[in-house]
């Protein structure tokens, strides 16, 4: 059994090592991110583990079929990077990790929005410079406000209960609403008009792409503060930028953007970024960005690697695994 680990960073390798050599497994490490280009790095390869931003698309899948590759492990819960149909229809098995710790990405949403509801960004900056202002650093209560949550699977009802011990009144949005949470379901646009916080927490699939768009902008309550820690292609960006242009948006807190894949998880501070609505969106006082780093605690990245390695070991021994992607 050999794997060929695609987009990997340091600290992924620190923590796959130990438990491939306890499960006897061969593993290559790449940098690179798994495409039409590199996907010939998976040549002699059993399994392909791949990350958010590799493209696992239709040619890729067929060179992996060629090249014997039996199964494509995600290491992350999302994956509309994946073309699973093809897959199946090519007899290679999709798995990922469905849920490793939705409290590291709900926890990351609450930790932007106080930052951007505190000012926090702006204050560490200017106190490291000795200057103890507070002009310009008013925040507001989250105490009473209203947030609305758009999607309520593992990492919505975690951020639900995060916001409710904040004294938040909660409303809710999920096209299969969860019969056992205690939360007020509203239509989309209903949560879109009452909302002064807005949190995304549902895949993205042909339904949510751009569920957040300039239509959007005329329901939407002035002043809102937009967070998405979920896929950055819910929200169409030249729209949320056209909403704090005008100001109809009050703050937006990003830790996914929908044209990510080039820029997030490198260091590009000595590149000319040529996205312009991404430098725009930087650029703005109330935009904070985080490079898809909510995941990203010591317990998710255990646990995507043991999940990840007993995926393997279940499909490969022919038994029975939970988390195949169909
Ligand atoms: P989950 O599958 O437990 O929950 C997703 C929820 O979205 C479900 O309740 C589902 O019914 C709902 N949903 C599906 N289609 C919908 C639609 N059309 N409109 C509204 N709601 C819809 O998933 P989980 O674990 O809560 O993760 C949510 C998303 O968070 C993932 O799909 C992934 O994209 C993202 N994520 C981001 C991470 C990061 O580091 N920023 C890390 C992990 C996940």
Known sequence: MKIAFFDTKKYDQEVFEPKLKAAKIKAKFYDTRLDEDDV?????????????????NTTV?????????????????????????????????????????????????????????????????RTRDFNFSLQGLTGFDLYGKTVG?????????????????????????DKFPSKDLDVEYKPLDAVYREADILSF??????????????????KIKPGVVIINTS???????????EGIKNQKIGAACLDVYEEE????????SGSIIDDDTLSRLISMPNV???????????????????????????????????????
């Open 231 to 241: 896929r950055g292609a819910l929200i169409d960006a030249e729209a949320l930028l």
């Open 149 to 173: 949550v758009i999607g309520t699977g593992k990492i919505g009802k975690v951020f639900i209960n995060i916001c409710k011990g904040f004294g938040m009144k909660v409303i809710a949005y």
């Open 61 to 125: 899948i067929d060179k992996l079929k060629e090249y014997g590759v039996k199964m494509i492990a995600l290491r992350c819960a999302g994956f509309n990077n994946v073309d699973y149909k093809h897959a199946a229809e090519v007899g290679i098995t999709v798995v990922r990790v469905p849920a490793y710790s939705p409290y590291a990405v709900a926890e990351h949403a609450m930790a932007l929005l106080l930052t951007s509801t505190r000012k926090i960004h702006k204050a560490y900056i």
């Open 261 to 268: 894949s080039g820029y997030f998880y490198e260091d590009l």
């Open 288 to 326: 904070i960005v985080t490079s898809h780093q909510a995941f990203l605690t010591k317990e998710a990245l255990e646990n995507i690697a043991t999940t990840t390695i007993e995926n393997v070991k279940q499909i490969d021994a022919g038994k029975e695994c939970p988390n195949i992607v169909k």
């Open 201 to 218: 927490h549902c895949p993205l699939t042909d339904d949510t792409l751009h569920m957040f768009n300039f239509g959007t902008l005329g």
């Open 40 to 56: 010939v790095l998976a040549k002699g390869c059993d399994v392909v583990c791949v990350f958010v931003n590799d493209t696992v």
